[in-house]
């Protein structure tokens, strides 16, 4: 990290008279300074504190923030190769040099790395590079945990004898390591909660299985008692454990960087639509007082092409940003940015930056705005708006029992809460985050209770809140197909359909698949009209889909689907192309994973088309509520990439427990393999061969294909298991039935010209007892 002059150059450097052991910084005083307080002497006086002393003990200066700095005038160009730091253990410093003074004559030196792994608190730091001529040194624009102090700090043109020399030890108090609370136990962390969630998946699948052998051995009622407990344990530990235990983020609940996004953007939609977020973020921390050289040097998301770039052209011209505001609304913007940034350190706030964007539909934006609006932002409104989302997984927990008993809602608990892609880590304690979960699961349980009105207009909802789930009326759809497909037996697939077949064909398609169509054609005529108001019209839209369109072509690291294994190539993971070099690191793989794409495409219409297929046989007798459930997996084989917390959806897929139990085994199999592959146990096998060619990928893009495989695999099984049931097989109820009862006492009537409608009525007595 260090700009040197030619090795000819240095060594005439090394060896000239003016190359010498003496302090080139020896009690000088800064020439400038740059956001820091403190007693500028105590730097270049030739004391430092203890080492591991308390990291702003008041024998340095405190850097305020990452542009903090000193710059040092020489007098003269001189040779510098050799320096000592003492700083902050758990930070990294640059020493830059020129020999004029202008900002562009600044050249990186060396970046002085953090060494936490030696301690906490003041630590001392030596390194030489080749002799190199300056007259202006600064030292500072530090990075790490926004905490940032320098004691002393000295420069030579050859090191001394001995080095570091002898320097006064300042009293100091030693650093103080923070203690967890009672919630926050040493042993109890991330790491931890997620392998007990892998545990407790492999735990619940055991059981189920245990019972699904058990029947097949006409034992159905051996320790059912004990079998029921275990369940209902399964049912609480689920809960219990999606929230980390109640430690949340094991520290705080609210999730101010989601929340930032959504509230923020969702507030000034109609100034910043999708595009200005971190634009106009840098206009108003530029115009607080000692913010503007942290925002100069600060990277940003371009959200127009998704790429990495500075913020010059942006403070170059403020009126593009400031132009959509009223004065008003700029000081209430301004007011909640800087909510905001003092609630994240000064390293999580820059890196705050380098996110996505806002990225909520228009109809996500009716509430979203009407309820950020309703006051400046502060800790009351932000803790209000925050509690939304467990009330709507409550909400999930209660639509299950209703609809398919506490046995189901326990199982489709512990894949939800075991699912390692969908924890809490990624979007918990944030902004109506989980409303669009809430209308996909209560949409598949009304339905079940025969509502398919109701429950389509909740599966139009969540589908205009969230996009993606309209992939769950593939389901649907292909069972209407195959109703009317169905009226061909006997007739070739291109021999012409009779007009009177036909209309009898489509007299016996199910009225309720056609209600839930009528009731999402519903959401979709009221919700629409609504988002105009909210979500500046048409050009609302048009910038959504702009901003849609943009996602697609813009690979991360989390994404997963049948699209991110479609395109993956171990010779182009991240691991070998990210390029730290570039102001963009990840531009490079996100190129070549879209040049591959293109090159793949076909390869990926063929596999979903086999999906599509599967789907279909699958579909086979099913009822209205399972189509929408199987029909929930094909969010997975769209041709758009999901984030990996929106694998969330498994719930809805787990509620086939209620017609075969393995289903419920395979899921939980499915969130075990997630668990496993993120816990990555070979990652402790040595470098060396043959052990390094057994050892699993640990970068995020890698891990989240072999968890899109494993989910796929998973997905997969469960339409074989329905399309291709083993002959004599069952379908197994999760509610306990009677081994005497005839199994068709569980089958609704179906293809009446009613659509069932003495079977919805017996669907509804069976629901209340």
Known sequence: MASAPTPARAQAYASSSECTTDNLLAHRMPYARQDFHGDARLVTDNAVGPEGAQWDAPIGIILDTPAGSVTYDLGSVRPVGTFLLQADANDTYKIFGAEVDRPDAYKLLVEVDNVVNIGHGLRTRTLSIDATPVRYLRVGEATGDGYYSITEFQAYCRAPTPFPPKMTISAAPPAIVVKPSFWQFAWWENDASSRFEMS??????????????????????????????????????SFCAYWNFFCFHFGNYVHMWDTFHYYVGSKYFKELSYDRLYECVAVADSEEPGLRRRVELRKIMDLRTNMMVGTQSVLANPADCKAHFTPERWAQFKHDVGYFRSHHDIKRWEEAQTDHGYNGTPVWNILGTTLANMAPASDAQINVLTRIDPLFILGICVFAWWAFGWRVMCVALAVFATNFPSRFYWTGGAFLRWDWLFYLVGGVCLVKKERPFLGGFFLGYTTLLRVFPMFVFSGPLLLILRQVWGSREGRKWWEPEPWESFKDAVKRIDRRLLRILGGAVLAVAILVPVSLVTSSGIDGYRAFMRNTEKHKETPLTNYMGLRTVVVYKPSEAGRVMKDDRQEDPWGPWKRQKIKTWHQREFFYVLLAAGWL???????????????????????????????????????????????RKDAGAILLGVTAATGFIDWAPTRYLPDTRPWADFKMPQWLDEQYMWMSVATLAGFVWILYRFAYPPENAVAELAAEVPVSAPAVAHVPRRNTRRGGGGGRRGGRRRGRR
């Not at 029947?215 to 399964?234: A, E, H, S």
């Open 200 to 237: 407790l998946a492999i735990g619940a699948m055991l059981l189920i299985g245990w019972g699904i052998w058990l029947r097949k051995k006409g034992r159905p009622d051996f320790k059912k008692k004990l079998r029921d407990r275990l369940m209902i344990l399964v049912g609480i530990l």
């Open 613 to 659: 297929w599967l789907l279909y046989q699958a579909l086979r007798d099913a009822d209205p509520w399972v189509a929408c459930a199987m029909g929930a997996m094909t969010i997975a084989a769209g041709p758009v990439e999901l984030t990996c917390y929106y694998y969330s959806f498994l719930f809805a897929v787990a509620l086939l427990y209620y017609k």
